[in-house]
T-cell receptor, first 116, second 108 residues
Framework: GAVVSQHPSRVICKSGTSVKIECRSLDFQATTMFWYRQFPKQSLMLMATSNEGSKATYEQGVEKDKFLINHASLTLSTLTVTSAHPEDSSFYIC????????????FGSGTQLSVL | KNEVEQSPQNLTAQEGEFITINCSYSVGISALHWLQQHPGGGIVSLFMLSSGKKKHGRLIATINIQEKHSSLHITASHPRDSAVYICAAQTGANNLFFGTGTRLTVIP
């Protein structure tokens, strides 16, 4: 079945550095990918919708200069957390939609970011 | 008020029990998703439905569009079913409203 691969699964970085998270659809083309953030014991919060070949659409309150999203191909979207701070520590998850507007969603395994 | 409400928040069951998790939503939906999140965070999409009922193995998902309510049932529950189950209401093509999840623990 369709799989979404997300790397790294865990990253620890120093405050002020940038961290890149990759999300790949392994056996299908994903024109749309989504990035979520999840705080402990809370549900997922959509951060942005990533469209292949165009700019991402960010949800209200999400800083686009802080969370850079690139969707350069039909199988890869990246999220870069720039100048990370401890408050950016969170669990980040991507998902990719298969075929068309109402295709099934497949989720990555998530990335636990800890900023020291 | 959240667009998606789930109940119960926590559920403990004995192995073999029949389990029901409920989801109510207040928005007009194009689809309703049930997701499973295991410890460690990985999420699996269990069902996407817009009407009626779907079944996969021991899992059954139903939806009542008029009542804006969906249920996830697990028959013959097993400890490996222990996870957080999340309901998400999709509006249009891209918007997803997530419930806060139901933490299920199945005791051997």
């Amino acid at each position: 079945g369709a799989v979404v691969s997300q790397h790294p699964s865990r990253v620890i970085c120093k405050s002020g550095t940038s961290v890149k998270i990759e999300c790949r659809s392994l056996d299908f083309q994903a024109t749309t990918m989504f990035w979520y953030r999840q705080f402990p014991k809370q549900s997922l919060m959509l951060m942005a919708t990533s469209n292949e070949g165009s700019k991402a659409t960010y949800e209200q309150g999400v800083e686009k200069d802080k969370f850079l999203i690139n969707h350069a191909s039909l199988t890869l979207s990246t999220l870069t957390v720039t100048s990370a701070h401890p408050e950016d520590s969170s669990f980040y998850i991507c998902s990719a939609r298969e075929q068309g507007a109402f295709g099934k969603l497949f989720f990555g395994s998530g990335t636990q970011l800890s900023v020291l | 008020k959240n667009e998606v409400e789930q109940s119960p928040q926590n559920l403990t069951a004995q192995e073999g029990e029949f389990i029901t998790i409920n989801c109510s939503y207040s928005v007009g939906i194009s689809a309703l998703h049930w997701l499973q999140q295991h410890p460690g965070g990985g999420i699996v999409s269990l069902f996407m439905l817009s009407s009626g009922k779907k079944k996969h193995g021991r899992l059954i998902a139903t939806i009542n569009i008029q009542e804006k309510h969906s249920s996830l049932h697990i028959t013959a529950s097993h400890p490996r079913d222990s996870a957080v189950y999340i309901c998400a209401a999709q509006t249009g093509a891209n918007n997803l409203f997530f419930g806060t999840g139901t933490r299920l623990t199945v005791i051997p």
